[in-house]
Nanobody, 126 residues
């Protein structure tokens, strides 16, 4: 059983940066596929980025490639999402997710993950 707690969200202007953190407890996340999702009001939850330590797999959605970077610190049982060059369309609730499996090579789906955090809000204003 893994518990995930996100932090680091907030309000930022267009072009700014934020780093989201996901603290995991209950199990080491080194063997999990770890991911970030986001959900804007009235829209479906979408996968943003994923990382799996043992395969070195890192995947990013096309909408954030070159701007967002996911990383993992197994010593601290933490996962991060560095977000740069933020745009108004990045405004959403951001969720950390985990599953004891390889990360899928296709686009991430909500059903791929069994563990979720409560979310942290990111608001980008112009």
């Amino acid at each position: 059983q893994v518990k995930l707690v996100e932090s680091g969200g907030g309000s930022v202007q267009v072009g700014g940066s934020l780093r989201l953190s996901c603290a995991a407890s209950g199990d080491s996340v080194s063997g999990y596929c770890m991911a970030w999702f986001r959900q804007a009001p009235g829209k479906e939850r979408e996968g943003v980025a994923a990382i799996y330590k043992y395969s070195g797999h890192v995947g990013n959605a096309d909408s954030v490639k070159g701007r967002f970077a996911i990383s993992q610190d197994n010593g601290k049982n933490m996962v991060y999402l560095q977000m740069n060059s933020l745009k108004p369309e990045d405004t959403a609730m951001y969720y950390c997710a985990a599953d004891l499996a390889f990360c899928p090579s296709r686009a991430l789906r909500v059903g791929d993950f069994g563990y979720w955090g409560q979310g942290t809000q990111v608001t980008v204003s112009s």
